[in-house]
């Protein structure tokens, strides 16, 4: 039997599992989504771009759903807070996902310049948003949500949806869909040839260029941030109550795990070298091993903000004892377990699935290919 601090450790780490799990596997088909206007150019072009997804994006979105579900049973007050207090912008996400399913779908059904068009820049919506929004997020998490707890625990968020688009909330922002571009484009080229092989290429690296400086900047600007320290004694082993601590916030909160624990460097060293070696190797034609350098690069990149951040969840700004940890957010001992073994049982037919999915779907797609299938491509 795990006890209970041990799942809770456990359960903050497969969270962050399946956030980059989602990053890596949802985020190069929204990055391809982000650069299909920009390096397609006709009609054709444009066709073989959304063929590089179109069979197992819908596959791929199964990782923000289960995303989603493990926050809400694993860490029920992060999610009903965040849910809450982040409402507008996800409503936000959730309308720029709208455009993905009908777009696949509709976008080559019928024979008309301006209907196709018209659904790309609706894909380029579905694929660009959803990561700008999730990096501005990440960025207010870091500086401290406003919201707080009344006596039964029912969560008041007091901020607007605009006061979210701060600096440096969008400065993160721009972290991850430089990231999320970079992923695509790194796919892009690995699935296509030619001149829209050098387009993907091309944007690649520059978005490689733009999250190295971004993440850098974001990094240097954050010793300056007032973080979040816990105070009191702390016991792993309580039932949650999040009001039961107390919290100060100091400036240089959020480097304090790097100086206890130097190894945690070498996650923003990935998430730079990650990054710098993928476009190398995407100059030099290495497609997959680009692509596996870029999911390196987004390991580093989430990582850095998880070991930022720990024990941390989502720390408040104006009710700084309300803020939601590791320790005291979560679910109980035999809801953990339960999900834990659950887990452990699925979790490799997923990925021996997903494996052979994507085994039977590997090659170029051709412009030759897109003709030859008229119908029965996207």
């Given at each position: 039997?795990?006890?209970?601090?041990t799942?809770?450790i456990i359960w903050?780490?497969l969270?962050?599992?399946?956030?980059v799990?989602?990053?890596i596997m949802?985020g190069?088909?929204?990055?391809?989504g982000t650069?299909?206007?920009f390096?397609?150019k006709?009609?054709?072009?444009r066709?073989?771009?959304?063929?590089?997804?179109?069979p197992?994006?819908?596959?791929?979105?199964v990782?923000?759903?289960?995303?989603?579900g493990?926050?809400?049973?694993?860490?029920?007050l992060?999610y009903?807070?965040?849910f809450s207090?982040?409402?507008w912008?996800m409503m936000a996400?959730l309308?720029?996902?709208?455009?993905r399913?009908?777009?696949?779908?509709?976008?080559?059904?019928?024979?008309?310049?301006?209907w196709?068009?018209?659904?790309d820049?609706?894909?380029?919506i579905?694929?660009?948003?959803?990561?700008?929004i999730?990096?501005?997020?990440?960025?207010?998490l870091?500086?401290?949500?406003?919201f707080?707890?009344?006596?039964y625990?029912v969560s008041?968020?007091?901020g607007?949806?605009?006061?979210?688009l701060?600096?440096?909330?969008?400065?993160?922002?721009?972290v991850?869909?430089a990231?999320?571009?970079?992923h695509?484009g790194?796919?892009?080229a690995h699935r296509?040839e030619g001149?829209?092989?050098?387009?993907?290429?091309k944007?690649?690296?520059?978005?490689?260029?733009?999250?190295?400086?971004a993440?850098?900047?974001?990094g240097?600007?954050?010793?300056?941030i007032p973080?979040f320290?816990?105070?009191?004694v702390?016991?792993p082993?309580a039932?949650?109550d999040?009001?039961?601590k107390?919290?100060?916030?100091?400036a240089?909160?959020?480097m304090?795990n790097?100086g206890?624990?130097p190894?945690?460097w070498?996650?923003?060293?990935?998430?730079?070298?990650?990054?710098l070696?993928a476009?190398?190797?995407l100059?030099a034609r290495r497609?997959?091993?680009?692509?596996v350098?870029?999911a390196?690069?987004?390991?580093?990149v989430?990582?850095?903000?998880?070991?930022?951040m720990?024990?941390?969840?989502?720390?408040s700004?104006?009710?700084?004892?309300?803020?939601?940890?590791?320790?005291?957010s979560?679910?109980?001992?035999m809801?953990?377990?339960?999900?834990?073994?659950?887990?452990?049982?699925?979790m490799p037919?997923?990925?021996?699935?997903?494996?052979?999915?994507y085994?039977?779907?590997?090659g170029?797609v051709?412009?030759?290919?897109?003709q030859?299938?008229?119908?029965?491509a996207y």
């Amino acid at each position: 039997m795990i006890d209970y601090p041990t799942l809770k450790i456990i359960w903050w780490l497969l969270v962050g599992v399946l956030l980059v799990g989602f990053a890596i596997m949802d985020g190069h088909d929204m990055g391809v989504g982000t650069l299909l206007p920009f390096v397609g150019k006709s009609d054709l072009e444009r066709r073989v771009v959304i063929n590089t997804v179109g069979p197992h994006w819908d596959g791929n979105q199964v990782w923000f759903i289960t995303g989603g579900g493990a926050i809400f049973a694993a860490w029920p007050l992060v999610y009903a807070t965040a849910f809450s207090g982040f409402y507008w912008a996800m409503m936000a996400v959730l309308w720029a996902l709208f455009f993905r399913p009908v777009g696949f779908d509709y976008r080559s059904k019928i024979h008309n310049a301006t209907w196709r068009s018209t659904w790309d820049w609706g894909l380029f919506i579905g694929g660009a948003v959803p990561p700008l929004i999730f990096g501005v997020a990440f960025g207010n998490l870091l500086q401290g949500v406003p919201f707080g707890f009344d006596a039964y625990l029912v969560s008041t968020y007091t901020g607007s949806f605009w006061q979210l688009l701060n600096p440096f909330a969008l400065l993160a922002g721009v972290v991850s869909s430089a990231m999320i571009t970079l992923h695509g484009g790194a796919y892009l080229a690995h699935r296509t040839e030619g001149v829209i092989q050098a387009r993907a290429v091309k944007g690649a690296v520059g978005a490689a260029l733009v999250l190295v400086t971004a993440f850098v900047a974001a990094g240097v600007w954050l010793q300056w941030i007032p973080g979040f320290r816990i105070s009191s004694v702390v016991d792993p082993a309580a039932l949650p109550d999040p009001m039961n601590k107390t919290v100060v916030r100091e400036a240089g909160a959020w480097m304090a795990n790097y100086g206890r624990q130097p190894l945690l460097w070498l996650l923003p060293a990935l998430g730079v070298g990650g990054a710098l070696l993928a476009a190398g190797l995407l100059l030099a034609r290495r497609t997959l091993t680009a692509f596996v350098a870029s999911a390196l690069a987004m390991l580093g990149v989430i990582g850095t903000a998880g070991a930022s951040m720990f024990p941390f969840i989502m720390p408040s700004s104006t009710m700084p004892a309300a803020s939601l940890t590791v320790w005291d957010s979560v679910s109980t001992p035999m809801t953990l377990g339960i999900m834990f073994w659950a887990t452990v049982l699925l979790m490799p037919f997923i990925v021996v699935y997903t494996g052979w999915a994507y085994r039977v779907m590997r090659g170029k797609v051709t412009a030759a290919y897109i003709q030859e299938n008229d119908h029965a491509a996207y």
